[in-house]
């Protein structure tokens, strides 16, 4: 974990989250059917999101007509240059809404920029 320029920490779970929701076809994260799926940290939640020492799992809202296995194996190869435990990701719902991007350029360039800014967690940083 590192300090953020706000004064809070910033958790796996959330550099994850950022990662994920940079990927144009990811709609949004998903809770789960109960809300279940998420992390909380000091005067938040990640919803989606759970990094543990043995895995992380990321469930998430695919946009529709996405080709879902192949957007659930790409949030896995992100998340996977993330995190030094295995990924699951499974994907809650599909969205008509938003998609496609108006610029999907702008999509890749805000994903390079998350995956340079995020520190590597799988060396401990």
């Known amino acids: 974990m590192s300090t953020a320029d706000a004064g809070r920490e910033i958790d ?13 076809e990811v709609a949004d994260l998903h809770g789960g059917q109960f809300g279940e799926v998420g992390t909380y940290l000091p005067g938040r939640r990640v919803t989606g999101v759970v990094v543990d020492e043995n895995s992380c799992a990321v469930h998430i809202s695919v946009h529709y007509p996405a080709d879902v296995r192949g ?30 991007p108006e610029n999907s350029e702008d999509a890749v360039t805000e994903l390079s920029t998350v995956t340079e800014i995020a520190p590597n967690i799988r060396e401990g940083n």
């Open 12 to 24: 796996a779970a959330e550099i994850v989250a950022d990662a994920v929701l940079a990927i144009p």
């Open 71 to 100: 957007v659930a194996e790409r949030v896995r190869a992100v998340v996977a240059r993330l995190v030094d435990v295995p990924v699951n990701v499974t994907v809650g719902d599909l969205s008509t809404a938003g998609y496609p």
